[in-house]
């Protein structure tokens, strides 16, 4: 309990997580602090671009064996898996109707691809070595859950139709296509690759990603602020005891496939953490009833900022003692 | 100079349909609009800000079309197909154009 407490303070006083808090105070505080969309936008492709390519690139120099595949596939079944969880916590713990609690358990088994880059950079400050391969596995746990939210609204028999379209947006999701394309560009291009652009996406990656964070605060803090009323004790009950039971279901599937420490530690991030890109926009599309306001404040306003500073270093502390890393 | 009676068609849509609003229009024969990008506003729904947001939900973008009067109902009964159950304003104003072969 110590060590957890102790990577915990350690955790929040970087510079990382005070970025974070800046841009939360200061939305909160309703200051005028604003990221630029094009700026927040370009940025996110930066951390994507660098987080696949550096995937990549470890993989061709680790080579590649079958706890790839095995890897993916557990990541694709608890993307299907955690959203009915998620429901069923949700349908005890809360009034949502099924609609938006189907909404808000497809975020759960979905992704956030910036608690990953977070834990990615937590890892390597305390020299925790993961499979480069977890950016892929990262991306396959992206689109799963939309289908598990979609067929829970769906078993009253007045679901939601998936047309051509959603397919495609939902399989071909900027996010994927770049994380997917960087993890490819890495792996084709190995070391050397990296090398060549290393003062482009390592020597920058961590100030990109504070202020980067910087944005995510001010966003979640202006969400916050405007979906107050909407934050029951219930909702707000769920969206921190969630993301614990995700991660351990994470830490099960890791100490099954024989992952690293640092594996396990990125598993668990990915099954703790809840989408704010890809999953909001698929629920738009095709549950356009379901209230945005509490999918997003849950995922960007309560487990986000949860994860961030509290469920990273839990889950490196039970990471570490589980795998005796 | 002289002008031409048109209308001005302007729809306020979620930033994840307009793919599927301009595909519509196309469908219904217009195939001249213009997409604007909105900074922000406030509606039912409560208030929202495309600031630092990297998702396209959360925000709006505003399909402007012009077209013969005669075209309207088309127009509107492709529109509302894809507005009808999300959030978004479609309004019509009357306008005048320079060159009505062109619209």
Not at chain 1, 68 to 95: D, K
Not at chain 1, 143 to 167: N, Q
Request: contains cysteine; proline residues 4%; aromatic residues 6%.
């Amino acid at each position: 309990m110590n060590e957890i407490l102790s990577l915990a303070a350690g955790n929040l006083l970087s510079p990382i997580i005070l970025s974070f808090a800046l841009g939360l105070a200061a939305a909160l505080a309703r200051s005028e602090l604003t990221i630029p969309e094009a700026v927040a936008k370009g940025m996110s492709i930066y951390l994507l671009f660098a987080i696949g390519f550096k995937g990549g690139a470890s993989v061709a120099a680790h080579g590649l064996d079958a706890s790839l595949l095995l890897s993916l596939g557990a990541g694709v079944i608890l993307s299907f898996a955690l959203p009915l969880l998620a429901f069923a916590l949700l349908r005890v713990m809360t009034r949502l109707s099924v609609l938006d609690a189907a909404a808000v358990a497809g975020h759960y088994g979905s992704i956030s691809i910036v608690t990953f880059v977070a834990t990615t950079s937590v890892l390597a400050d305390r020299g925790i070595a993961a499979e480069g391969y977890m950016v892929a596995v990262a991306a396959a746990m992206e689109a799963p859950a939309i289908l598990s939210a979609l067929w829970l609204v769906s078993r009253g028999g007045t679901g939601p139709k998936i047309e051509g379209d959603l397919w495609r947006e939902i399989l071909l999701n900027g996010s994927i296509v770049l994380l997917v394309g960087a993890f490819a560009i890495g792996w084709a291009t190995g070391e050397h690759g990296l090398a060549e652009i290393a003062p482009f996406i390592v020597s920058p990656f961590k100030g990109v990603l504070c202020l980067f964070l910087l944005d995510m605060g001010l966003v979640a803090g202006r969400g916050l602020r405007g979906a107050r009323k909407a934050l029951t004790g219930g909702l707000l009950g769920f969206g921190l005891l969630m993301p614990v039971l995700g991660g351990l279901a994470g830490l099960v599937m890791a100490l099954g496939l024989g992952l690293s420490t640092g594996g396990a530690v990125l598993m668990m991030a990915l099954a703790a953490s809840a989408s704010y890109i890809a999953v909001p926009a698929a629920m738009r599309v095709a549950l356009p009833e379901a209230r945005p306001s509490i999918y997003l404040t849950l995922s960007l306003g309560v487990t986000f900022p949860f994860n961030l500073t509290l469920g990273i270093p839990l889950y490196v502390a039970l990471g570490q003692l589980a795998t005796g890393g | 100079m002289k002008t031409h009676e048109a209308k001005r068609v302007e729809i306020i849509i979620e930033g994840p349909m307009e793919r599927r609003l301009t595909r519509a229009l196309e469908g219904a024969g217009v195939t001249g609009y213009t997409v604007l990008p909105v900074r922000g506003g406030s509606g039912r729904s409560g208030s929202w800000s495309r600031a630092g947001q990297v998702s396209p939900t959360g925000g709006m973008v505003a399909v402007i079309c012009i077209i013969r009067p005669e075209r309207l109902d088309g127009l509107l009964e492709a529109a509302f197909a894809v507005v009808e159950r999300h959030i978004g304003v479609v309004s019509v104003t009357d306008c005048e154009v320079l060159r009505a072969e062109r619209f």
